[in-house]
């Protein structure tokens, strides 16, 4: 229980970890069914809250394996890591991906197979991962292979966000649902790129840096694309009523603030990590209020007392799906 503890204090907070898994995936869900139009319902009941578990269960399992993975690179460049100073051992990491998988596999069966084969898919790869990296120095210290064989991870969670959306409504993968997909991997593309850019004459010795490849101005005009091709995406796609259509533009300030400070700085090293942070926490906030103030989601019918603290928000899978477009301006129920 120790090592555990260390690992989440120092590594993967929960509740940090928790509500970004949340933000994740409310925000894609409700844009999916924002972008099919009248019609759709979410609900948002044990299969959601089954949902985001699964993501923040996910996410802790890839991180166990990034520390694993790591260790060689970070025995020099960040030594106070638990795993290079011995707070937490092989064996530990071990323990801790076998219960999450069992876990993550366990509540998925109990929802579709279906859904537990993509995330028992996307666990096997990020474990091959590590075997990859270690035989193969191209794919280890190459910083555009490793994204191209690495980032498929990430955006398999998406890929399972959309799968369990479409097994709950019964309905098929669209065009439009595979374009906001799309925004939602390129939106997370510009945290990994951003984070991992500088000027060449910040870099330390064996720094990974996405700059290395593509020099500064590349990376960082990666990175900015990345963000303004997510927000054009779904500003597009998803089809929010106006004025709430205007609001997914509100994290390219970030965006745009952390690309003028880094082109515009060369005496001292710009971080733009809380900048790619911010521009992706906006993303999910404003996509999640889109999603609600449009009238998509269905819950079931007011409740107090012992019913309330149960929370119970389910509605009947046979129930008709509600039509924003019939609705009036007051909330349903």
């Known amino acids: 229980m120790r090592a555990l503890r260390t690992f989440v204090d120092e590594v993967y907070a929960p509740g940090l970890h928790m509500a970004f898994a949340a933000a994740w995936f409310l925000a894609l869900q409700g844009t999916l069914v924002l972008s099919e139009g009248p019609g759709r319902a979410w609900r948002l009941d044990g299969g959601v809250l089954a949902g985001i578990l699964t993501v923040f269960l996910a996410l802790f399992f890839l991180r166990v394996l990034d520390e694993w993975k790591d260790q060689e690179y970070d025995r020099v460049h960040n030594p106070e890591r638990p795993l290079v100073r011995g707070a937490v051992r092989h064996r530990d990491l071990t323990v801790f991906l076998a219960v999450t998988a069992t876990s993550v596999l366990a509540l998925n069966m109990w929802m579709s197979p279906t859904l537990a084969l993509l995330v028992a898919f996307d666990l096997a790869w990020g474990v091959c991962l590590v075997g990859l990296e270690r035989i193969s120095r191209r794919v280890r210290d190459g910083m555009l292979l490793n994204l191209l064989v690495t980032y498929p991870v990430n955006v398999a969670l998406s890929v399972y966000t959309y799968a369990l959306l479409l097994e709950r409504q019964g ?163």
């Open 171 to 333: 309905a098929s993968p669209t065009g439009r649902g595979l374009l906001i997909v799309a925004a939602f991997a390129l939106a997370f593309l510009n945290y990994e790129v951003s984070r991992k850019t500088a000027w060449s004459h910040f870099a330390e010795p064996g720094e990974r840096l996405y700059s290395r490849s593509l020099s500064g101005r590349g990376a960082i005009l990666l990175a900015f694309g990345c963000a303004a091709t997510a927000t054009l995406l779904v500003f597009l796609v998803a089809g929010s009523p106006a004025p709430l259509a205007w609001l997914v533009l509100l994290p390219l300030t970030p965006a745009v603030l952390g690309l003028l400070r880094f082109v515009g700085e060369r005496r001292r090293r710009v971080r733009l990590t809380p900048h790619a942070l911010a521009f992706l926490l906006l993303f999910y906030v404003s996509l999640g209020v889109q999603a609600f103030a449009a009238d998509l989601v269905i819950l079931a019918a007011p409740v107090s007392g012992l019913s309330a603290f149960r929370a119970e928000v389910f509605v009947p899978q046979d129930a008709p799906l509600y039509d924003p477009s019939q609705a009036s301006s007051a909330h349903p129920g």
